[in-house]
């Protein structure tokens, strides 16, 4: 009975006395080791959790920065390319152009057999520069795709640093290749 009438006694005591955090007698303490707590853990975060966090930072984004460049210059790059294959089918079809005029020229010289002769060479010219210009327009895209692909799957190889499977970055070049196509 004795524990009993203890406890109660320690129950009641505890419940006039009100919470020890309230009291003005303990706050001088309270505030002392508020400020030791916070400032270790200051200097702990200023001294060595912030400047990794920071180098980290810096790091992501130098690295950033530069395949941001590396992008650039494979973009310049291929269209460098582009132009050269414009330049190349112009170039093609001034050539064609030129033969045709010389060849009608040379057709309105010459009369008879020798004149017919000359219209069945100018026209197997013709097709043959047709027939190159259209090779050339059914090659240039599956080689500018190719080229797109082997530029893509570098740039995402610097950028993310993992191998990328070609023929699934082929099928989104391909992709967007329809997509300009239908524009």
């Known amino acids: 009975m004795y524990a009993l009438f203890g406890f109660n006694y320690i129950a009641i005591s505890a419940e006039t006395g009100g919470m020890p955090q309230l009291n ?14 916070f400032g270790v853990l ?24 530069e395949n941001i460049e590396i992008a ?3 973009k310049t790059k291929s269209e460098k390319n582009l132009k050269k294959y414009d ?3 112009l170039d093609a079809k001034d050539n064609a152009i030129k033969t045709l005029n010389l060849a ?29 210009i259209k090779d050339l327009k059914k090659s ?10 082997d530029t893509a799957a570098e740039i995402i190889q610097k950028l993310v640093g ?5 023929s699934n970055v082929s099928a989104i070049v391909n992709e967007q290749v329809k997509l300009v196509k239908d524009k």
Do not use: C, H, Y
């Not at 993992?162 to 070609?166: C, D, G, I, R, S």
């Open 24 to 37: 003005p007698e303990f706050w001088f303490s309270q505030i002392f080791w508020l400020t030791i707590t």
């Open 42 to 65: 200051f200097i702990i975060l200023s001294k060595f959790i912030l400047p990794k966090i920071r180098n980290n930072l810096e790091i992501r984004k130098s690295q950033i920065m």
């Open 72 to 74: 650039d210059s494979q």
């Open 87 to 89: 330049k190349l089918i």
């Open 104 to 132: 009608k020229e040379k057709i309105q010289l010459n009369l008879g057999k020798e004149r017919e002769k000359m219209e069945t060479e100018l026209n197997s010219e013709i097709e043959d520069a047709e027939n190159e």
């Open 140 to 149: 240039s895209p599956k080689k500018i795709s190719l080229i797109a692909v």
């Open 162 to 166: 993992v191998e990328v499977n070609k």
